[in-house]
């Protein structure tokens, strides 16, 4: 046993010279020299812990749903949720060393879907059993996320995420691929031009992941590809293509220069403050944008830019959250029926009507009778009194909705999951400092010196020096 600790408290050290994790470490220490293990709660204590980022969709109604399923079961267990500042990689470190420790500290994480690979892997996580959760029941690419290697399903999808593009319907028809942005970018920023802008778009080019996320975009929009080849990461010539463009674009105003600081907020504050012509931003932008009493009827929301001819259809990134239980959870059955809560069609309609998540039940889009049951904002009609307690926020209208479910639909129908590499955190902080740099610098992109970071960062081998 105390060999036990002392290789667990070594493994702790190593962590807390890191940096990232020494909150976690200097909390957990303690419990590990009192116990042999990281659970520094009270075994008594019947509360559902739950583990997540920060809510940065309006209304913050997670909350208001904890306070529903508490009045709908008075005796218990409540829900204790802690969201964690500081962004993806502040909740990714917590969620991990926490796990790494052998902890019970939390009964539910909610992982983005790309941790999902690393999680599995090391055996951290609680496959669901095999007849809980219908799989048609979910879409397609959000289910197959939370999915092992070995056909059990880790992970069920709370809230998936799709990259979309916002326009002002009032300054430009919505472009359909980055030489329409272009042209229609030179001819309002001339003196003559009858409605002049400040730029074509504003995204997120800032160093973390966003700007990785974007750099895929670019490269699928472009007809290119990513893909992992053995244990090397290749890409071809007209990814580096898309990827020179999305450099040149910045530099040239197509994309507004300040997109290069900018993360989700930041750009979605410019979009609305300023006259450019379309925001790439992700879905929860909508129901901001409709609740400004300015911009409401002006803005309009599509699909990101198409691919040329004969290339896989769709440029857009498949993003989301998974909610799993860990191997050391105090409460699993307890945090089992919290997710099926969660994720039942009614709660999902809620989530997505009121504060703009992305439903991930197939119910909810599917304008039927089970649908017009399941969420009665978007497809039927609701009289007198709502039989749930979530407050209503001040939201798009139904007609909105149903444009923003459809444009959702196809958008989710052909996004593309990111790479799947042993390591992706890493792989993605070289991609994005990689691509940072060459915006900042305004540098051409090396495909040999980019394929050659990439492999090395992936995980295949230890980090080597040129890793961020």
Known sequence: MRDGIRRRLRRLVTLATAGALAGTVAALVPYHQRYGHGCERDP???????LSGEDINPGRHRHELIKEWERRNPGGPSVRLIEISGGPNSEYGEALASQQLGS????????????????????????????????????????????????????????????????????????????????????????QARARVEAGMVTQLADYEGLTVNGLEAIW?????????????VLDDAAVAGLQR??????????HPASAEYQE??????????????????????????????????????ELFAPPPGAPRGSAVLGGQNLVIPKNALHKEEARRFVRFLTDPRRQCL?????????????????????AAACPELWGERDGQAEDDVERADTAK????????????????????????????????????????????SETVSKADLERLLTACAGWTPPRGQCP
């Open 44 to 50: 008594n204590d019947g509360r559902i812990v739950m």
């Open 104 to 191: 019970c500290r939390y009964d539910l994480l909610l992982l983005d879907i790309v941790w999902m690979r690393t999680f599995i892997e090391a055996g951290y996580l609680e496959p669901f059993p095999a007849d809980e959760f219908r799989p048609d029941g979910f879409l397609p690419g959000p289910w197959r996320s939370g999915t092992g290697d070995d056909g059990r399903q880790y992970g069920i999808p709370f809230k998936s995420d799709v990259g979309l593009l916002f326009y002002r319907k009032d300054l430009t028809r919505p472009p359909r691929t980055w030489d329409e942005l272009r042209d229609r970018t030179i001819e309002n920023l001339l003196p």
């Open 221 to 233: 929009a472009a007809g290119g590809s990513l893909r992992v080849e053995g244990r090397r990461v």
């Open 265 to 302: 907020t930041e750009s979605l504050k410019a979009f609305m403050q300023n006259r450019i012509l379309t925001m790439r931003n992700w879905p929860y932008a909508y129901a901001v944008l409709k609740a400004d009493p300015v911009l409401r009827d002006k803005v309009g929301v599509t």
């Open 398 to 441: 139904a007609e909105d909705l149903r444009e923003l479910a459809g444009v959702l639909e196809r958008a989710l129908r052909n996004a593309r999951p990111r790479p799947s590499v042993p390591d992706y955190p890493a792989f993605s902080r070289a991609f994005h400092r990689y691509l940072h740099n060459a915006i900042v610098g």
């Open 351 to 371: 989530l997505f009507t009121r504060s703009g998540y992305v439903p991930v039940r197939t119910e909810v889009y599917d304008r039927d009778d089970t649908s």
């Open 246 to 255: 999305l450099v040149d674009e910045t530099t040239r105003t197509v994309i």
